[in-house]
């Protein structure tokens, strides 16, 4: 506000420039993409906790069909696992390329996030088409309702999020690693960070909770 | 976590820091946090797939639990490492939110489980037919 208040007097006194009641040089208001991307991503983490609930509440009703015990195979989860983790590291090298500005490799990176990405998602469609192969479709029971809309749900999350990465890489590729580009490469590392959390949570309370007993 | 500020290679920042950090924000990442987490996040996964693979420990409660225990530890560690999570990030905001969706979750699962247990718990069929006989 002093700074409009002084360009007015100034103007006046000197009498030869026209009065400014406005900010002559641009007003930069704080970025607030990051957190409410932030913000994004609890409001997700809220419908996986609804879901999780109706596992929870659901996931013992077995209708006469398989239980976990009967139809999870804990090496394939094992592997999938193994592969999101590894596409967050590789991710989290494509951000340190970022920082230092070397956009070749991070391409990279991202490219080799993508493919770990890809294998998860591969994992997950066998298993998922070999259930519903074996008679063990989302209609069997309650218990694979719940499972399928819960692991389904975090399945297309990594969808998404392989379709955004692909689209930065191009976008990176043709601009460059502008402001805006590191922002958004920022803002998927967040996104791709929290579905492995999201992840953890699928392996613990589904998988291995599931299998006991 | 300022510590971190003392690791970053110079050449990636330009004369601008304080300008920069602004732009591309959410805490400056460093090869030794991204590799403390993920070897941490390698044992706290390889732990609980180990338990419950080698048939679990004595009571399947105690094994739920264990693995449980693992699973908060390994978010929280993913939380600090990989998303830097912070006190000071955006002024406080992003743990504020996170810590409003933890109450949140937890009411929301506890809850949940809770309410419908009980609920299965008393529409038993047993219960249902004792409430038949007493019926007029």
Known sequence: MSDIHASAIVSDTHASGPLQFHLTHEHHPENGTLLGFWMYLMSDCLIFACLFAVYGVLGRSYAGGPSGADVFELPLVALNTSMLLLSSITYGFGILEMQRNRLRPMLVWLGITGLFGLAFLSLEMYEFLHLIHEGNGPQRSAFLSSFFTLVGTHGLHVTFGIVWLITLMVQTGKLGLTTENKRRLMCLSMFWHFLDVVWIGVFTFVYLMGVLK | ?136
């Open chain 2, 1 to 136: 976590m300022s510590t971190h500020t003392d690791l970053i290679p110079q050449e990636g920042h330009p004369d601008n820091h304080g300008h920069n950090h602004h732009d591309t924000g959410a805490g400056h990442s460093t090869l030794k946090g991204y590799m403390t987490g993920f070897i941490l996040s390698v044992i706290l996964t390889a732990i609980p797939f180990w338990i419950v693979m080698s048939g679990g420990l004595h009571t399947s409660g105690m094994t739920a639990l264990v693995v449980l225990a693992f699973a908060a530890v390994q978010i929280v560690v993913h939380m600090i490492y990989f998303l830097h999570m912070n006190s000071k990030s955006e002024g406080g905001w992003t743990l504020l939110a996170l810590i409003f969706t933890i109450v949140l979750v937890v009411i929301t699962l506890s809850g949940s489980i809770w309410v419908m247990y009980h609920l299965n718990h008393n529409m038993m069929p047993s219960m249902m037919e004792q409430q038949m006989k007493n019926m007029p």
